[in-house]
């Protein structure tokens, strides 16, 4: 179960990227994205997010147990997870969408903006995981804005 949850927590090695691997992390979550929604549909898009969210707060606990990290920067199954929620409103490719998606998390993961700080606080998996899904959840505040003005 260890090498799993390495391989799980750190996207098959990805986090090991020594230069931005957060960044790596989204990328990642936007190229899955735009794999199945080209393949396949955004409905199953959502059914890989929540199998991935039920399992990560487990497999991360496990992985910071092993390496004794409170948040490796390696660990990036959190980036994916923070920057699917965006995603999941789009629907189509939308090159402009995507876009606003990535910079926004990005920017939102990167300066924590309150509350995003405060989830850092808390123990173990769920201070690892739930600042990337705020700062998710305001990356797709900012697109839904952005999709409403432009229907304006």
């Known amino acids: 179960m260890k090498n799993f949850a390495k391989y799980f927590a750190t996207l098959f090695g990805i986090g090991f990227i020594s230069l931005a691997p957060g960044t790596f992390g989204s990328l990642f979550a936007i190229l899955i994205w735009y794999v199945f929604i080209d393949l ?3 409905f199953y898009f959502i059914v890989l997010f929540f199998f991935v969210l039920s ?5 991360t606990d496990i992985y910071l147990d092993n390496y004794k990290k409170k948040d490796p920067s390696e660990v990036i199954v959190d980036e994916f997870l923070g920057q699917s929620i965006p995603l999941l409103f789009i629907v189509n490719f939308n090159i402009y969408e995507v876009l606003i998606a990535f910079v926004t998390f990005r920017f939102f993961d ?4 309150y509350p995003i700080n405060k989830m850092e606080d808390l123990k173990g998996s769920y201070g690892v995981i739930l600042d990337d899904i705020v700062a998710g959840i305001y990356s797709l505040i900012i697109l839904m804005l952005y999709k409403i003005l432009t229907l304006l």
């Open 55 to 59: 399992v990560s707060f487990y497999i």
């Open 110 to 113: 990167i300066y924590k903006v």
């Open 40 to 42: 396949f549909s955004i």
